[in-house]
């Protein structure tokens, strides 16, 4: 049974850093897309960064050069690391698998594509 469990939000100052973690069970984080996403109260779920089965990664351009993801075969977790944070990143932050073991190409950043997900993790910036 596939299960995804982020923590790591909290309420951090703009320009604050954030490291938020995905635990996985039920499947090995390297086998397939992975990806992070939010959603912020009014608005729709957004894609942030996804990461394919061999390790190349998309990023949305508001959060480029800024948010990192990686994964950790030993430890099976997915992270995504938040530097030079704004306030516009405030938000509810979810990781996300597909179905199967393969890799998205150009719909790594859709959420209809994903089909497990986890509970989200809040991220509040401040000015």
């Known amino acids: 049974q596939v299960q995804l469990v982020e923590s790591g939000g909290g309420s951090v100052q703009s320009g604050g850093s954030l490291r938020l973690s995905c635990a996985a069970s039920g499947f090995t984080v390297t086998s397939r897309s992975m990806g992070w996403f939010r959603q912020a109260p009014g608005k729709e779920r957004e894609g942030v960064a996804h990461?394919?089965?061999?390790?190349?990664?998309t990023y949305a351009d508001p959060v480029k050069g800024r948010f990192t993801i990686s994964q950790d075969n030993a430890k099976n977790t997915l992270y995504l690391q938040l530097t030079s944070l704004k306030p516009e990143d405030t938000a509810m932050y979810y990781c996300?698998?597909?179905?199967?073991?393969?890799?998205?190409?150009?719909?790594?950043?859709?959420?209809?594509?994903?089909?497990?997900w986890g509970q989200g993790t809040q991220v509040t910036v401040s000015s």
């Open positions: 996300a698998t597909i179905g199967f073991p393969v890799s998205l190409s150009s719909a790594g950043l859709l959420a209809r594509a994903y089909t497990y």
């Open positions: 990461i394919r089965a061999d390790g190349a990664t």
